[in-house]
């Protein structure tokens, strides 16, 4: 059910999802706050208020994103031509890497650009076809670090500046476009 909720100058929309989790917690997913609740949690409104400040820089920053990814344009690709740029761009990582991957997926992903199963299988957002090969190659070179430390830790960030130096601009580049597929893909 669609909410609102008035954090100091904006009003935010939100969901409430009630699930068998112990802890409540506040999450955005593609652009909309969500609340997890455990069965029969009460104080919905004291939630909002303990993290009234997370939630209000976070809900600016993804205004301000959504404003600028109208300045982005999506690239034109065939599912055809992604698939083999994505095995070209794969291979050269994991022979630069000196690793192997088991086998890549693509299918259309709701919260992210890919991913990196423990048994070394890729999967990739189809949707990801939409954005230039640089951010490919990003997305494509960052889950296959994971191969080599699964988790977004100071060591594997180390390991992305050898190559992208410049990761964290590339991140907030993904988020932009990440609303821009969204909003005319979907």
């Known amino acids: 059910m669609q909410k609102k909720t008035k954090i ?4 935010i929309d939100y969901t409430v999802d009630c699930r068998p989790v112990k802890y409540p917690r ?9 609340l997890i609740l455990p069965k029969n949690y ?3 409104h004291k939630l909002i208020d303990t993290h009234k ?7 600016k920053e993804i205004l301000n994103s959504l404003n600028k990814s109208k300045d982005k344009q999506l690239i034109k690709r065939t599912p055809k031509e992604f698939k083999e740029l994505v095995q070209k761009i794969s291979k050269k990582n994991l022979t630069e890497l000196n690793l192997k991957v088991n086998k890549i997926y693509f299918k259309q992903m709701n919260s992210k650009w890919a991913s990196c199963s423990s ?11 939409h ?17 080599i430390e699964r988790k977004h830790n100071e ?3 180390k390991q992305m500046s050898k190559k992208y130096k410049d990761h964290q601009r590339k991140e907030k580049e993904l988020f932009l476009y990440w609303f821009l ?6």
Do not use: A
């Open 26 to 34: 506040v999450e955005f997913r593609t652009g909309h706050l969500h």
């Open 8 to 11: 100091y100058d904006m009003d």
């Open 155 to 157: 060591h594997f960030w």
């Open 119 to 129: 048994s070394k299988n890729l999967m990739i957002n189809s949707l990801l076809q």
């Open 42 to 44: 009460q104080n919905e």
């Open 53 to 59: 400040d997370w939630i209000y820089k976070k809900h």
């Open 131 to 147: 954005l230039p090969k640089s951010l490919i190659e990003y997305v494509i070179y960052h889950e296959t670090l994971h191969l």
């Open 181 to 186: 597929v969204q909003g005319k893909i979907k």
